[in-house]
């Protein structure tokens, strides 16, 4: 898979040039805040009829808060995407080669636009200090050319002098700088962080079912059965009226229960119409009140399907 982090503030819409070069195994990640200039409709065109997938998401304003949070995320997709992943920053913004040297055995490409032959962006810095020194160096050669007549007029002790004194340094040596601390390292090793603490998080409560899952309850019971102290068998008691009247409503408290729980109403509905209705059956006007009750409890519609199917029982 194919990641494209686009610092659309840095680059605009000159960034998305070559979107529809971008195949199916792509993926753009679009970072803007409210001070990035809008999309023209040709280029909302091109981006609905690309092949890749995109992402867009906006970035609390503040001083480098895109940089740091395209890091960032950068950071959690290294920690959750295959290994073989490839990403490309979209930015002019030199500071994101920090991030490619935090990752140097992952493919991090800064470029300045989705084109298969984007200009990379900027050589490392090392490069252009060397660049930069051949060419004092060359400067010096080109002025002693230059005054080379001159010399060859003086006497040799005056040249030699005059070499010496050339020789030395002009300027002391400057002291290493502290290294400046790495923002865009931090988040992302902030953002692996994260990722594998909730990956050993879940690791730890899918152990912790499995432990569950191995107790048997039928060996847990029948040791507290075994525990519990013998009863006497107490006389059987005479059914009255009220016993009657109390097993017919839990019967239709589990009939109920059990023939809406079968048309998938949610479980809630199940259990407080199925109390409702127990609890008034057989009294005075008891269909009409259950009716009226079902109707006020869940809405003329959903109310009045319930009661079509339990009507038979009450």
């Known amino acids: 898979m194919k990641y494209y982090l686009l610092d659309y503030e840095n680059v605009n819409s000159t960034g998305l040039d070559g979107v529809r070069e971008l195949g199916a195994d792509s993926r753009i990640i679009l970072f803007y805040t409210k001070n990035s200039s809008k999309i023209d409709l040709g280029m909302v065109n091109l981006l609905r009829d690309m092949k890749a997938e995109l992402s867009i998401i906006e970035v609390h304003h503040g001083k480098q ?3 740091i949070q395209l890091a960032s995320y950068l950071g959690y997709l290294i920690g959750t995407e295959p290994n073989d992943s490839e990403y490309y920053i979209i930015s002019k913004d030199k500071g994101y080669r920090n991030v490619q040297s935090f990752w140097p055995d992952r493919h991090i490409v800064l470029c300045k636009n989705l084109n298969a032959d984007s200009e990379i962006v900027d050589e490392p810095a090392e490069e252009k200090k ?7 160096r ?3 050669k080109s002025t002693a050319t230059t005054t080379s007549n001159a010399k060859a007029a003086k006497s040799t002790e005056e040249l030699k002098a005059e070499e010496l004194k050339q020789a030395e340094p002009t300027e002391e040596p400057k ?4 290294p400046k601390p790495n923002a865009f390292a931090e988040a992302a090793a902030i953002a692996k962080a994260v990722v594998e603490a909730k990956k050993a998080r879940n690791e730890a409560e899918q152990k912790k079912k499995a432990e569950s899952k191995q107790k048997t309850p039928a060996k847990k019971k029948a040791a507290e059965k075994k525990a519990e102290p013998k009863k006497k068998a107490e006389p059987k008691k005479k059914t009255t009226a009220k016993q009657k009247a109390s097993d017919a409503r839990a019967e239709a408290n589990n009939e109920i229960q059990k023939i809406l729980s079968k048309e998938g109403f949610p479980e809630e509905v199940v259990n407080s119409t199925a109390s409702f209705v127990s609890k008034n059956i057989g009294k005075e006007g008891y269909k009409q009140k259950i009716y009226r009750g079902i ?10 399907a319930i009661y079509r199917l339990i009507k038979d029982r009450v």
């Open 65 to 67: 808060a895109l940089d």
């Open 130 to 136: 060397t660049a930069s020194k051949s060419r004092s």
């Open 138 to 140: 060359g400067g010096r």
């Open 175 to 178: 002291p290493a700088e502290a």
């Open 295 to 304: 109707i006020k409890e869940n809405g003329q519609k959903q109310g009045l």
